[in-house]
T-cell receptor, first 112, second 114 residues
């Protein structure tokens, strides 16, 4: 079983809807949680990161971490067609420059 | 514009040939990474370097080598390419922010081994 599980989708929603993207993980030692957005044939772009449990908001994006359930979420409000991309969750143990463990990514389609 | 550059953008390579993927960053980040991205498998760490002169193995290091002679450059070498190394390769670098190492990615190199 891979350490980080993420539904690959595709997830298709109408413009303006609230989008919920989720990941589960198995290693309770993960401390830092990130969300990346990747457009087709481009490199991943960091959207947000969160340390331990809690919420973090940045404009239309909210990241949520529940360490007790080993579950993280990204919410997108007022979704736009330009939000159509693959969203990758990632996490690491922190305390050093170790690499990230990624989910496989969810392909999101916002219908105009 | 500051960031990470990778070269080549894409490459078709015959099996058994040697190939070096280049990565340069101008942000003076201490740490750098190489990942490969495969359909159905996601992004996986190949090698990393916490600072110039040091390197470490990631999840899938076999068949790859790296060096870190200076802060800016982190080349990835395939000594004898095999078809299973067909993938998209991303270089990344990181800065510390609030205790987390925020990683920034380059545009990728699309490699096909025939």
């Amino acid at each position: 079983q891979k350490e980080v599980e993420q539904d690959p989708g595709p997830l298709s929603v109408p413009e303006g809807a609230i989008v919920s993207l989720n990941c589960t993980y198995s290693n309770s030692a993960f401390q830092y949680f990130m969300w990346y957005r990747q457009y087709s044939r481009k490199g991943p772009e960091l959207l947000m990161y969160t340390y331990s449990s809690g919420n973090k908001e940045d404009g239309r994006f909210t990241a949520q971490v529940d360490k007790s359930s080993k579950y993280i979420s990204l919410f997108i409000r007022d979704s736009q067609p330009s939000d159509s991309a693959t969203y990758l969750c990632a996490m690491n143990f922190g305390g050093g420059a170790d690499g990230l463990t990624f989910g496989k990514g969810t392909h999101l389609i916002i219908q105009p | 514009i500051a960031g990470i550059t990778q070269a080549p953008t894409s490459q078709i390579l015959a099996a058994g040939r040697r190939m070096t993927l280049r990565c340069t960053q101008d942000m003076r980040h201490n740490a750098m990474y190489w990942y490969r991205q495969d359909l159905g498998l996601g992004l996986r760490l190949i090698h990393y370097s916490n600072t110039a002169g040091t390197t470490g193995k990631g999840e899938v290091p076999d068949g790859y080598s790296v060096s870190r002679a200076n802060t800016d450059d982190f080349p990835l070498t395939l000594a004898s390419a095999v078809p299973s190394q067909t993938s998209v390769y991303f270089c990344a670098s990181s800065v510390i922010s609030g205790g987390a190492y925020e990683q920034y990615f380059g545009p990728g190199t699309r490699l096909t081994v025939t």
